[in-house]
């Protein structure tokens, strides 16, 4: 094959660096901006602040979801049932094991310790392996409790189940290992603090729990309180799906069953935690700091920028007189070049202040009942709609709402939220889907315990407003809202 020569003509789409900033800097979030802000001041002697009050992002900035998520059982079982029938159920709320490092609490009392608030941020399955390390396993049994810590999820709970940790462990290591021996180590594990943590579900959670309050509970003056852990124990190992679905009726008649002994176990369940990982960070997330700021102007509601979202950036006019005054060349290009960025970061920043000011003017403009009445009013919106009103890109304004979050007397709302679909209605018009699901929220919250509403009652209830919707689709937002169906919502009481 003999070489040759040929030509041939394509076009490209090339993004210059200036623009290629522009696109980073508006999809940023408030924090990492401030980030990029620092590291620039930090790298570009060109570059300086005018606002002093414009300070670098916080290193410690973070909280766990674990340690603020202290709420009982509120899906599986009743939310409302009378806990007085019992007089010794404050005997429950702590519980001393006799072996953990502190005491163990059954019952979530809404009330925290600063202590434990304020600590410092230690993940859940270091300090397990950290208790692991300080017990009298043998080698070989801490090596299964590091492959069981492994594989627990931030819940606290075992991803795997028994036997596929016995098959694995078979592989990975070269000695044999008896099954009852994995078994007993993922039982001592349980036994660590927080109590249960590599249980395989909720229901050997709660049956942890249960049995180390029987264990507990050895007073003779106790008696009622005793009767109701063990029927509360026997509830949850034979008869959990029942529990579940909330049949206490066919549960009372099915084990011969007083009404009062069916509450008092109830009650026992309820003071029980719902995950083992109550405490230890698990998930970090990041404070949120608005971008915009609503507020109210004789009557119409209006948007602008958050002060700490418009630094006030400049050039450095030391170095830019040397520059001016500089004879070497190598000194003149550096300084040349960094003048240069500065310039575009300064311009790439009002650009980006620019966008998020006009796309808060458009929303805050078409949701002027929503600040005045709340989500029912939310009116539907699409990034198709705001980019063809102010002549831009849906890409670019999906990057000026992406983790952009504004302030109203009502609360904070990412920007996105405002977006959602449309439902026509019978009366002209259109419906946001949030709102209607904030009115299915409202209606099953108004409902008869006795009689919870069905999906059907629910559609035509929302049809009758003027909203023509499916039952289909009520079912669908319901289970987005995670709201059960009504034969589990409803409550089999006698009263």
């Not at 509360?232 to 099915?254: E, G, M, P, W």
Request: glycine residues 2%.
């Amino acid at each position: 094959m003999n070489p040759n020569l040929q030509l041939s003509l394509s076009q490209q789409l090339k993004l210059n660096p200036q623009l290629q900033q522009s696109i980073k800097l508006l999809q940023l979030s408030q924090l990492a901006l401030q980030q990029e802000i620092q590291y620039q001041l930090d790298n570009n002697p060109l570059l300086t602040l005018l606002d002093d009050s414009y300070c670098e992002p916080e290193a410690a900035s973070s909280v766990s979801n674990s340690e603020l998520d202290v709420s009982p059982l509120p899906t599986v079982f009743p939310n409302n049932r009378d806990t007085n029938n019992i007089g010794s159920l404050a005997n429950l709320r702590h519980i001393d094991s006799g072996q953990h490092h502190s005491t163990y609490s059954i019952h979530n009392d809404g009330e925290s310790n600063l202590e434990n608030q304020f600590q410092e941020s230690i993940g859940l399955r270091e300090h397990l392996e950290w208790q692991i390390q300080m017990s009298s396993l043998s080698r070989a049994d801490m090596e299964i409790a590091y492959y069981v810590i492994e594989n627990i999820d931030d819940a606290g709970f075992l991803t795997v189940s028994h036997q596929e940790i016995i098959e694995q462990i078979k592989q990975d290591f070269e000695h044999r290992f008896d099954p009852d021996e994995v078994e007993a180590v993922i039982h001592q594990v349980q036994q660590l603090e927080p109590l249960g943590c590599a249980s395989s579900n909720l229901q050997q959670f709660l049956l942890l729990q249960l049995q180390l309050a029987i264990n507990n509970t050895s007073n003779p003056q106790q008696s009622a309180l005793e009767s109701a852990l063990e029927l509360a124990q026997r509830l949850v190992h034979h008869h959990f799906d029942y529990l579940c679905k909330h049949h206490y009726s066919k549960l009372i008649k099915r084990l011969s069953l007083t009404q009062q002994e069916m509450d008092d176990a109830l009650s026992v369940i309820q003071c029980l935690r719902s995950k083992p990982n109550h405490q230890y960070i698990g998930e970090v997330t990041e404070y949120i700091r608005p971008d915009i700021l609503v507020y109210n102007l004789q009557g119409s509601w209006l948007a602008q920028l958050a002060s700490n979202n418009a630094p006030q950036l400049d050039i450095n006019h030391q170095y830019a007189q040397a520059l001016r005054q500089s004879n070497k060349t190598c000194d003149k290009h550096y300084l040349q070049q960094n003048l240069q960025r500065a310039r575009w970061f300064m311009q790439s920043i009002e650009a980006r202040n620019d966008t998020l000011k006009r796309v808060a003017d458009w929303i805050v403009q078409h949701q002027q009942n929503f600040f005045d009445c709340g989500e029912s009013a939310l009116r539907p919106m699409r990034l198709k709609d705001l980019a063809e009103d102010l002549k831009l890109h849906e890409s670019t304004i999906s990057r000026a709402c992406s983790d952009k979050f504004l302030q109203s007397p009502n609360g904070i709302y990412e920007l996105k939220y405002f977006f959602s679909n449309a439902v026509p209605s019978t009366q002209g018009g259109e419906w946001s889907s949030k709102a209607i699901k904030n009115k299915i929220k409202q209606y099953v919250k108004a409902e008869p315990s006795r009689k919870p509403l069905s999906d059907i009652e629910l559609a035509k209830m929302l049809q009758e407003e003027g909203i023509a919707i499916a039952r289909r689709t009520v079912a669908k937002y319901r289970e987005a809202l995670n709201i059960l169906p009504s034969g589990q919502r409803k409550l089999f009481t006698n009263s």
